[in-house]
């Protein structure tokens, strides 16, 4: 082999090497987000505490908190520091119709991810495990959810508790009458002036929500599970590009560990607006989730 032959395999190898970090062609979100200079956070309203109103009606929360590790992952990844971020609420409803059709980039709140909504949309790292239960109040004598048969509850429009309420009703031959309210905060008012026997929801959502309510040592939310399910980020489908990104840039929050002090400061600490603290301590689920990040999907 001569030395001319040996240069030019060896700037062969090199380029091969270098080639991967070489910027590719934009495509999907990202190159939605470079050409408008813009990326759209879809948020909720009251799904403490993971992305709510404060006092000041500005959306915060633990998955808002995971969102704008993101964008600051977006702004690198393009060379775009003065990135504008629009905030755009949504609701159980409409989070997946406004993600498809482009009114929203990424959606940051208390999204299940689930097998079936796999086949709408794709999902970042899960960053909280609950379980589906009710909540009702403490007078009111249900200790199950069998003693629910024949009486009234309220849950949220848009969200995987209607069907296992469903599953349920037929499975245990319960028969309640459903009335669903456009978002958890209207849910648990139903609840909370006795027009509904009980609140069907995940277990934190619920927390959070008679925590800062006017009255919490009134309600208590029942031991049993209709399933356990993850939460995490919603984001367009088929868009390998934003996908890496996202799994990348959450990932390194919870291998870091800096998924702990995030974790600390909204279910170990007080919160806004009321300054409560949901004393929620990280269950085995999602010490496993933040261990081994994954996107898996309860079926």
Known sequence: MTKLTRLALALAAALAV???ALAQELSGTLKKIKDTGAITIGHRESSIPFSYLDDKQQPVGYAMDLCMKIVDAVKAELKMPNLKVN???????????LLQNGTIDLECGST???VE???QVSFGPTYFVINVTAAVKKDSGIKSLTDLNGKTISTTAGTTSVPLLKKFEKTAHVDVKEVYA???AESFLLMAQGRTAAFIMDDILLAGLIANSDRPGDFVILNESLRQEPYS???RKDDPQFKALVDQAVGQVMKS???ERIYAKWFLSPIPPKGVNLNFAMTPAIKEAFANPNDKGVQ
């Open 18 to 20: 270098s080639a991967p």
């Open 87 to 97: 905030l755009q609420p949504v609701t159980s409803a409409n989070r997946i119709p």
């Open 112 to 114: 299940t991810n689930s």
């Open 117 to 119: 909504r796999q086949k």
């Open 182 to 184: 456009k978002d958890h």
């Open 233 to 235: 980020m919603m984001l």
């Open 257 to 259: 560990g800096e998924i």
